[in-house]
């Protein structure tokens, strides 16, 4: 299991500050609560958080992931200028506004399949903050993971959230199947993306990926 907390970085890019990855803490909750009053969150998230006792359950919820090492939940911050959230929490640098999630679900230490999640908060969009994030995220899945048996990540969305479709491809996920729906939790039918962990950490694509469908 990965030392407890783990703290992931994402470099800068032109317009846009670097991001830091950190597991989610209390004090997270309004800006997780005023996140996740986005429709369009509301729309592709599973979870719904509306008040702050809700944001406090679900982040001990991820906190509990961490302790039983099958689900790793990293807040997205963009680095700041203040001071005020710095320290060895988040890599000793200056904290910045809540931008997004990322995740890393596994079945426990040794499984050779897990799956990446990741969302980003309506004020930041546009500035490449999933990507760069999952980017992060992957690069440290497979080092942490690999030698201990992981082999494939997965990431699936619905079928119509080209926003996600795009960030699979971006960061090297191919479209490798299509999913049935599951209603009520998942009314329409949904992509599966896939990256290939090689025994040296090196990621392939699937030698025969499903073709990419029309939109």
């Not at 890019?13 to 609560?33: C, F, K």
């Not at 992931?65 to 000793?92: H, L, S």
């Not at 990540?153 to 299509?178: F, M, P, W």
Request: aromatic share 6%; glycine share 10%; hydrophobic share 40%.
């Amino acid at each position: 299991m990965p030392p407890h907390p783990v703290v992931l970085r994402a470099v800068a890019r032109p317009g846009a500050p670097a991001l830091t990855l950190r597991p989610w803490r209390p004090t997270d909750a309004p800006a997780l609560v005023e996140a996740l009053r986005d429709p369009v969150l509301r729309r592709w998230t599973s979870h719904r958080v509306d008040d702050e006792a809700e944001a406090a359950r679900w982040i001990a919820a991820q906190q509990e992931g961490w302790a039983a090492g099958t689900r790793f939940c990293f807040a997205v911050t963009e680095e700041g200028a203040g001071p005020e959230d710095a320290g060895p929490e988040d890599g000793g640098r200056p904290g910045g506004p809540l931008v997004g999630q990322a995740v890393l679900k596994t079945a426990g230490p040794g499984a050779p399949t897990a799956e990446v999640g990741y969302w980003t908060a309506a004020p930041a969009r546009g500035r490449g903050v999933a990507p760069r994030a999952l980017r992060a995220l992957t690069d440290w899945a497979c080092a942490a993971f690999a030698p201990a048996g992981l082999s494939r990540l997965e990431l699936v969305h619905q079928v119509d959230n080209d926003a996600s479709c795009r960030v699979a491809e971006k960061t090297g996920y191919v479209l490798d199947g299509i999913l049935p729906a599951g209603p009520p939790a998942f009314p329409q039918e949904g992509h599966r993306h896939v990256r290939i962990v090689t025994e040296r950490s090196r990621f392939v694509t699937p030698s025969n990926p499903a073709p990419h469908p029309a939109v």
